[in-house]
């Protein structure tokens, strides 16, 4: 099955940050896809906007350097050279006054406008209130920002504030590339196109749920950022949090932006707070010539961590009685991302105790291989008696809906589209990113004022084994992180 590409409009897009790290990574490799898609129009412009001092030809260079790095398809150099076509570069100084003009003559009347703030959270509010003194806000313009939005409650309310001084909430984008990726949009077609889970999809039913989010890789590079921010801040007040929204959230009236929006506000609301003993946070140690957390941040007396584990709480009468077990880290033995929504065994069984007790389990997966497998459990075949076993119900897409499906497309592609069409369903409002801190924060404030210490854990393993025990003591298990 092939699925449509459905164009946009011709659009002015600028990218401040145009020269940084995202931008090479992510942002322009995904607009060189959607480019290749067909899915970009004639007449679009993108505006590569930094400090650097480059002219339109050596940001093209710079560009195309940058797609030969980050670009994993073929690279045909017709099309390499018609997307360069459409690249400028202004230099612009988001606290100076100089290239502003010329920026804003790229602007043209009646186009889509999108500002993407690809730089740090530090620079949104001059760019914001530069973009406004220029003259290049409308009531249409679209402004694109990244995480961190914020380190705390305080910050993140300093930040929508200084947006909201020139930008309406809704014309400001914040994205959660989690949100993207084609799995955790499938995640909302299956629970509510479905009759099939929706009735299930409760307490009474559902035993619990687990969302891991793994990765191999230490902090490398970032350790003095990320020394600052932590597994909680980087990870779960974002995207966990963003996961554990669309699993738990009532049934929108519509798909429509704030009506999904006010739904996940009221899971982030209904949280508990998190008591100390359902939290385990860890460092990963040195493995061999492998430096441990401690020496890849330089802070031999850090209590960051980089793993965290906890139980989580949704008070309201559909998860009243089903607990939500969150874990992320670094340094783990796999990079898996993964839901998984653990069923209750049947209420008796029919079956002779042989046969064992079986459970259903709906695991999505973000990463790699994205898809969908339903555990359900049948008679092992042959004729050894009525054994049962469990086998998945496996919704690979890129098996179901064949190698050229936009289903392969990357989170960045599919949520730069959407800022283009102007549907912020996949982006965080306000509202939601200081709910998630209100909750986050006293976490945070707990364990600095108790002196919490992380535990240790072995590089390539899953965790601090205190992150076992936090499901063992309720008598459940944790998947295997695996590929
Ligand atoms: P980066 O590599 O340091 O790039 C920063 C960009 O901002 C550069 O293009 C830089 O160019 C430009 N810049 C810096 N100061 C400026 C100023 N005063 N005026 C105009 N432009 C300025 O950082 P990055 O990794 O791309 O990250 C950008 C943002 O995205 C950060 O907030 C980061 O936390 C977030 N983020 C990054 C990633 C990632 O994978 N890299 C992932 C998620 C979120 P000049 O020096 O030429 O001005």
Sequence with gaps: MVSRVIPVDPFDLVIFGGTGDLARRKILPALFRRFLAGQIPEGSKIIGAARSELDDDAYRQLVAEALAEFHDGEMDQKCLTDF?????????????????????????????????????????????????????????????????????????????????????????YRIDHYLGKETVQNLMAIRFGNMLFEPLWNSQYIDHIQITVAETVGVQGRGDYYDRSGATRDMVQNHLMQLLCLIAMEPPAKFDPDAVRDEKLKVIRALDPVEPQDIVRGQYLLAGDRAGYLEDVENSASTTESFVAMKLHVSNWRWAATPFYLRTGKRLKARASEIAVVFKETPHSIFDEDAGRHRNTLSIRLQPNEGIDLDVTIKEPGPGGMRLIDVPLDMTFSEALGPDSEAAADA???????????????????????????????IIQGWTERGDQPLAYDTGSSGPDDALALMHRDGRRWREIRE
């Design 84 to 172: 360069l076509r459409g690249l400028s570069y202004e230099q612009v100084d988001a606290v100076g006054e100089a290239g502003w003009d010329a920026l804003a003559g790229h602007m043209r009347p009646d186009m889509v406008r999108a500002f993407y703030f690809s730089v740090g959270p530090s620079l949104f509010g001059a760019l914001a209130e530069r973009l406004q003194l220029h003259g290049m806000v409308d009531p249409d313009t679209r402004i694109v920002v990244e995480k961190p939005f914020g380190r705390d409650l305080e910050t993140a309310r300093a930040l929508n504030q200084s947006l909201a001084v020139h930008f309406d909430e809704s014309q400001i």
């Design 412 to 442: 960045y592609e599919r949520l730069i589209m959407d800022v283009i069409r102007g549907n912020q369903t996949l982006f965080m409002r306000g509202d939601e990113v200081e709910a998630a801190w209100a909750w986050t924060d006293p």
